[in-house]
């Protein structure tokens, strides 16, 4: 039986009917759903969620759903034949039509609830019913979980219409904030950065939503139109949607005893997660209480690593709060997010994110979320002194963990074997000084310059006899810390492979999704395939296309160097 099952596993899905073979629902199963909720899914008006770990809802289709891409990787690491993302079943259920369900599928999708909380404070202002309980997905919907090639997926909606955590709102996302979401989640991966994985975008030839945005050439800082937007819905694949912000929401109803079962709801979800993300590393037959000791620090391990890459490749998440912090510690959530280019410790994209989530300061915002994470399920082992000890040290020990991550990635940048931190700030200075560009910088670097001019190209501010000869005293003093054990090939191949050659340039996404709202799809399937070799030199046309310096008209134009979360 089980060899018949490792075949099927292993087959190519063909068929939309093949697909539904695959399900396998854990959370709708395992977990309990919201008793309040309605049995046929139809759950669209803003409301309180008092309990439960879910609300079983309908998405709303898209009417005239058309295709404009999927990850060809994703569907191969699946098992999916590509003929599948235009497969007229499929693509109806990926645009929101859950009405193509059969059996063993079910009729309805679910949503989640969440808490929120900033920096480590916890918030219930922004919900209407100022409880909390109307956080959770506004319009995120997952359809399907299944197994494929022995590995669990899960496949969730971005725009698939309104839940009862919507707050009033629409529910959808727009065509513009779709593709950018489509192509980084596929760039990250690419990168070497845990995410979440991008597997169909779809938009509809006949819905649009208004949202404020910016106008041609403008420079405000917030936006200064509404227009009228293509509506669309991207599938967004992981493992698992849980954030830290769900265990938080149980651990605030266990520590407050909410209701009569909020304990064991808190209990379900810690189980539920370490099966669904850490089993292979957490064993089964271990008490539970050294379980979830056991998980605190392998998602401390995770989320550390996480930020680390974070900064290797130059990403600034813009809005890392706990309900944006995957459980599984991947990348998640790609609203307000950005890519440095021209390096400044405080980047922030987000018009409303503040300096506290800028590019540097995202090792602070990680502790704060793992704050969360630890208060929530602190409770569980409240009844064990010497548990509780151990899961303390592990929180307490997390800003030290965190520095040495981060001071071994600045060594890998380098082709250090430790990094010097006088080193790094002269650097980092330097750079900041002659606005260089992030990913330019530390890839010309890869190639061990002995003096400035190979950087040159890299730097937006005119250089000077003083930037110069700063810039050669660091270099003499790098070299001077290289290894001269190692072979300067074998170097110069480690930092390529740490420091990528393209990167995500704002400006250069823009016209990818402005031709997609008039139909033309090449930018986006141009992209994706220059982001799916981001370490690799690629021709020269697209060198001279997709590796230089922003223009100086683009440097403060809205939507490009700052940004809204309307979408």
Same mark, same amino acid.
């Given at each position: 039986?089980?060899?018949?099952?490792?075949?099927?596993?292993?087959?190519?899905?063909?068929?939309?009917?093949?697909?539904?073979?695959?399900?396998?629902?854990?959370?709708?199963?395992?977990?309990?759903?919201?008793?309040?909720?309605?049995?046929?899914?139809?759950?669209?008006?803003?409301?309180?969620?008092?309990?439960?770990?879910?609300?079983?809802?309908?998405?709303?289709?898209?009417?005239?759903?058309?295709?404009?891409?999927?990850?060809?990787?994703?569907?191969?690491?699946?098992?999916?034949?590509?003929?599948?993302?235009?497969?007229?079943?499929?693509?109806?259920?990926? =645009?929101?039509?859950?009405?193509? %369900?059969? @059996?063993? +599928?079910?009729?309805? /999708?679910?949503? !989640?609830?969440?808490? &929120?909380?900033?920096?480590?404070?916890?918030?219930?202002?922004?919900?209407?019913?100022?409880?909390?309980?109307?956080?959770?997905?506004?319009?995120?919907?997952?359809?399907?979980?299944?197994?494929?090639?022995?590995?669990?997926?899960?496949?969730?909606?971005?725009?698939?219409?309104?839940?009862?955590?919507?707050?009033?709102?629409?529910?959808?996302?727009?065509?513009?904030? =779709?593709?950018?979401?489509?192509? %980084?989640? @596929?760039? +990250?991966?690419?990168? /070497?950065?845990? !995410?979440?994985?991008? &597997?169909?975008?779809?938009?509809?030839?006949?819905?649009?939503?208004?949202?404020?945005?910016?106008?041609?050439?403008?420079?405000?800082?917030?936006?200064?139109?509404?227009?009228?937007?293509?509506?669309?819905?991207?599938?967004?694949?992981?493992?698992?949607?849980?954030?830290?912000?769900?265990?938080?929401?149980?651990?605030?109803?266990?520590?407050?005893?909410?209701?009569? =079962?909020?304990?064991?709801?808190?209990?379900?979800?810690?189980?539920?997660?370490?099966?669904?993300?850490?089993?292979?590393?957490?064993?089964?037959?271990?008490?539970?209480?050294?379980?979830?000791?056991?998980?605190?620090?392998?998602?401390?391990?995770?989320?550390?690593?996480?930020?680390?890459?974070?900064?290797?490749?130059?990403?600034?998440?813009?809005?890392?709060?706990?309900?944006?912090?995957?459980?599984?510690?991947?990348?998640?959530?790609?609203?307000?997010?950005?890519?440095?280019?021209?390096?400044?410790?405080?980047?922030?994209?987000?018009?409303?994110?503040?300096?506290?989530?800028?590019?540097?300061?995202?090792?602070?915002?990680?502790?704060?979320?793992?704050?969360?994470?630890?208060?929530?399920?602190?409770?569980?082992?409240?009844?064990?002194?010497?548990?509780?000890?151990?899961?303390?040290?592990?929180?307490?020990?997390?800003?030290?963990?965190?520095?040495?991550?981060?001071?071994?990635?600045?060594?890998?940048?380098?082709?250090?074997?430790?990094?010097?931190?006088?080193?790094?700030?002269?650097?980092?200075?330097?750079?900041?000084?002659?606005?260089?560009?992030?990913?330019?910088?530390?890839?010309?670097?890869?190639?061990?310059?002995?003096?400035?001019?190979?950087?040159?190209?890299?730097?937006?501010?005119?250089?000077?006899?003083?930037?110069?000869?700063?810039?050669?005293?660091?270099?003499?003093?790098?070299?001077?810390?290289?290894?001269?054990?190692?072979?300067?090939?074998?170097?110069?191949?480690?930092?390529?492979?740490?420091?990528?050659?393209?990167?995500?340039?704002?400006?250069?996404?823009?016209?990818?999704?402005?031709?997609?709202?008039?139909?033309?799809?090449?930018?986006?399937?141009?992209?994706?395939?220059?982001?799916?070799?981001?370490?690799?030199?690629?021709?020269?046309?697209?060198?001279?296309?997709?590796?230089?310096?922003?223009?100086?008209?683009?440097?403060?134009?809205?939507?490009?160097?700052?940004?809204?979360?309307?979408?």
């Amino acid at each position: 039986m089980q060899q018949t099952q490792d075949r099927c596993d292993a087959a190519e899905i063909t068929t939309f009917d093949e697909l539904t073979r695959r399900i396998d629902y854990s959370l709708m199963s395992q977990l309990r759903a919201d008793p309040e909720a309605t049995a046929d899914g139809n759950d669209h008006q803003a409301r309180e969620v008092m309990s439960g770990h879910f609300v079983p809802v309908k998405p709303t289709p898209l009417p005239q759903p058309a295709y404009i891409s999927h990850s060809a990787s994703l569907f191969h690491e699946l098992g999916l034949k590509d003929d599948l993302a235009q497969d007229p079943e499929f693509l109806r259920l990926f =645009s929101g039509d859950i009405s193509v %369900a059969r @059996e063993p +599928m079910r009729s309805t /999708g679910w949503a !989640t609830g969440y808490a &929120l909380s900033i920096y480590g404070t916890e918030y219930i202002q922004q919900c209407p019913f100022r409880t909390g309980n109307g956080y959770g997905d506004g319009r995120a919907i997952s359809v399907f979980e299944g197994l494929f090639k022995g590995r669990r997926w899960e496949m969730q909606l971005k725009g698939g219409g309104p839940t009862p955590y919507c707050r009033g709102a629409d529910g959808r996302a727009v065509l513009r904030s =779709s593709v950018r979401e489509f192509l %980084a989640q @596929e760039f +990250m991966h690419a990168l /070497g950065v845990p !995410t979440s994985r991008s &597997l169909t975008l779809y938009v509809s030839g006949t819905e649009t939503v208004a949202r404020p945005w910016y106008s041609e050439g403008s420079t405000s800082f917030d936006p200064d139109v509404l227009t009228d937007n293509p509506v669309a819905i991207s599938t967004r694949v992981a493992p698992s949607f849980l954030r830290v912000g769900q265990l938080e929401l149980f651990g605030r109803r266990a520590r407050s005893k909410a209701h009569p =079962s909020a304990y064991e709801e808190l209990r379900m979800i810690v189980s539920h997660l370490i099966e669904r993300e850490y089993r292979e590393e957490i064993d089964p037959d271990l008490d539970f209480t050294d379980q979830v000791i056991a998980l605190s620090r392998l998602f401390r391990t995770r989320l550390i690593s996480l930020v680390a890459n974070w900064l290797r490749v130059g990403y600034c998440q813009g809005n890392f709060n706990s309900d944006n912090c995957a459980a599984g510690g991947f990348t998640l959530d790609y609203g307000p997010f950005g890519f440095c280019e021209t390096f400044d410790p405080a980047f922030q994209p987000w018009t409303g994110g503040g300096r506290h989530f800028a590019f540097l300061n995202q090792p602070v915002a990680a502790e704060a979320n793992f704050q969360m994470f630890w208060t929530a399920l602190r409770p569980l082992l409240s009844e064990n002194v010497e548990a509780v000890n151990i899961f303390d040290e592990i929180r307490h020990g997390f800003a030290a963990a965190m520095e040495t991550e981060i001071q071994s990635m600045w060594a890998s940048k380098l082709g250090l074997p430790r990094i010097d931190s006088t080193l790094l700030n002269n650097l980092l200075r330097l750079m900041h000084r002659s606005k260089a560009d992030y990913t330019m910088t530390f890839r010309v670097l890869s190639d061990l310059p002995e003096t400035i001019t190979p950087l040159r190209k890299c730097f937006l501010e005119p250089s000077s006899d003083q930037l110069d000869s700063e810039w050669s005293e660091w270099l003499q003093s790098w070299h001077a810390q290289l290894p001269d054990d190692i072979d300067p090939h074998a170097i110069r191949t480690a930092m390529k492979n740490t420091n990528p050659r393209y990167t995500w340039r704002e400006w250069l996404i823009v016209p990818a999704y402005q031709q997609a709202e008039e139909g033309e799809t090449d930018r986006i399937l141009e992209l994706q395939d220059l982001f799916s070799h981001p370490y690799d030199d690629q021709s020269l046309e697209r060198e001279g296309k997709y590796d230089q310096l922003r223009p100086s008209s683009l440097l403060n134009a809205g939507g490009i160097s700052h940004y809204s979360c309307s979408s």
